[in-house]
């Protein structure tokens, strides 16, 4: 028998994420109506035409490519700390984040903004979860401190050689588009980023839908899980590629929007328990209406945008501090 606290949790997640696209299509400096934007969606004419150009040009990709972006983080975090079985782990503290940014701003530098850059940030996102995974093996296996100072380890060398990308980059030009680039923002959404970065996440965690309740079982111990018949290693390389490939494909249209991974399936345990069957979808749910609401408040809030990054890492630093003390005793083994 399904637990009605799990039904009525994601019941009430997806009304809340209902709410935050209509909150997050009225919010701003030119307020539209709520009929005017069902009117507009339905393709009806509306008393104030400017809202349309609104609606449709601004605020519409930003919110399609937030809930994007917060799903799919979300994924991937529910996806890493099964394959490694430990909630301390996401794209952003193995370092996936750090090298797909350094990619990007190497794409940006080289060839502008352009399809290059999606397609170097995917390349360095592989390459970075490659050089963790190769560096906290030991004896044929992954221990969380291993993998927790290999993500430092990667992400220190990638963000000097973002460094070193600023520093050769032209500052009239260049420089200031590489700088807000990867402070994460959505204030350029658009359409093309949508239908660039959409496929590659909807993919990655599709994927991950797939294999769902086998999440359930690597996140046992291997001996346990090989028992029960699963293939662990051609599971934990569908986890590694289809996390990098949602991870880089986000870095690449917003930059570097930190511990959504982290915090949405921390908090979406709490509401539907550790069952992957339900967590995968209410962390997604969840992560469209974190990053969607903070995305809202950050071009909200005062006269000037506030970059993304900011406020989800003050939300998601203090989310990691939690965890971690919670699973000091584990980090010994």
């Given at each position: 028998?399904?637990?009605?606290?799990?039904?009525?949790?994601?019941?009430?997640?997806?009304?809340l994420?209902?709410?935050?696209?209509?909150?997050?299509?009225?919010?701003?400096?030119y307020?539209?109506?709520?009929s005017?934007?069902?009117?507009?969606?339905?393709?009806?004419?509306?008393?104030?035409?400017?809202?349309?150009?609104?609606?449709?040009?601004?605020?519409?990709?930003?919110?399609?490519?937030?809930?994007?972006?917060?799903?799919?983080?979300?994924?991937?975090?529910?996806?890493?700390?099964?394959?490694?079985?430990?909630?301390?782990?996401?794209?952003?503290?193995?370092?996936?984040?750090?090298?797909?940014?350094?990619?990007?701003a190497?794409g940006?530098?080289?060839?502008g903004?352009?399809?290059?850059?999606?397609?170097?940030?995917?390349?360095?996102?592989?390459g970075?979860?490659?050089?963790?995974?190769?560096m906290?093996?030991?004896?044929?296996?992954?221990?969380?401190?291993?993998?927790?100072?290999?993500?430092?380890?990667?992400?220190?060398?990638?963000e000097?050689?973002?460094?070193l990308?600023?520093?050769?980059?032209?500052?009239?030009?260049?420089l200031?588009?590489?700088?807000?680039?990867?402070?994460?923002?959505?204030?350029?959404?658009?359409?093309?980023?949508?239908?660039s970065?959409?496929?590659?996440?909807?993919?990655?965690?599709?994927?991950?839908?797939?294999?769902?309740?086998?999440?359930?079982?690597?996140?046992?111990?291997?001996?346990?899980?090989?028992?029960?018949?699963?293939?662990?290693?051609?599971?934990?390389?569908?986890?590694?590629?289809?996390?990098?490939?949602?991870?880089?494909?986000?870095?690449?249209?917003?930059?570097?929007?930190?511990?959504?991974?982290?915090a949405?399936?921390?908090?979406?345990?709490?509401?539907?328990?550790?069952?992957h069957?339900?967590?995968?979808?209410?962390?997604?749910?969840?992560?469209?209406?974190?990053?969607?609401?903070?995305?809202?408040?950050?071009?909200?809030?005062?006269?000037?945008?506030?970059?993304?990054?900011?406020?989800?890492?003050?939300?998601?630093?203090?989310?990691?501090?939690?965890?971690?003390?919670?699973?000091?005793?584990?980090?010994?083994?």
């Open positions: 028998m399904i637990p009605k606290k799990p039904i009525l949790a994601e019941s009430l997640l997806l009304l994420l209902g709410l935050a696209v209509i909150a997050a299509l009225c919010a701003g400096r307020a539209v109506k709520v005017d934007i069902f009117r507009i969606i339905a393709g009806m004419e509306t008393a104030d035409p400017r809202a349309k150009t609104v609606i449709l040009s601004l605020r519409l990709p930003r919110v399609l490519l937030a809930s994007l972006c917060g799903a799919g983080l979300s994924a991937a975090g529910v996806g890493l700390q099964a394959m490694f079985g430990n909630p301390l782990v996401s794209s952003h503290i193995l370092g996936v984040s750090a090298s797909a940014g350094f990619g990007a190497l940006i530098l080289l060839f903004r352009s399809w290059a850059v999606q397609g170097m940030a995917l390349l360095f996102g592989f970075g979860m490659f050089i963790v995974c190769a906290s093996r030991r004896q044929g296996r992954t221990g969380i401190l291993l993998l927790v100072l290999s993500g430092v380890i990667v992400t220190a060398v990638f000097a050689l973002t460094s990308v600023k520093y050769v980059a032209d500052p009239e030009e260049k200031p588009a590489i700088t807000y680039y990867l402070m994460g923002s959505l204030a350029s959404a658009s359409f093309r980023d949508v239908f970065a959409g496929p590659a996440v909807l993919a990655g965690v599709i994927a991950l839908w797939v294999i769902r309740w086998r999440l359930n079982v690597i996140a046992l111990s291997e001996d346990e899980a090989v028992s029960l018949g699963i293939d662990i290693r051609r599971v934990r390389t569908l986890i590694v590629i289809a996390t990098t490939l949602i991870a880089a494909s986000i870095v690449s249209v917003c930059g570097i929007i930190s511990f959504v991974g982290l949405a399936p921390h908090f979406a345990r709490m509401l539907v328990g550790s069952d069957r339900r967590l995968l979808g209410t962390s997604v749910v969840l992560g469209g209406v974190f990053v969607l609401a903070v995305d809202t408040l950050c071009r909200t809030v005062g006269a000037s945008e506030i970059p993304l990054s900011i406020v989800t890492a003050v939300v998601g630093a203090p989310v990691f501090a939690f965890l971690l003390r919670r699973s000091e005793g584990s980090l010994h083994d």
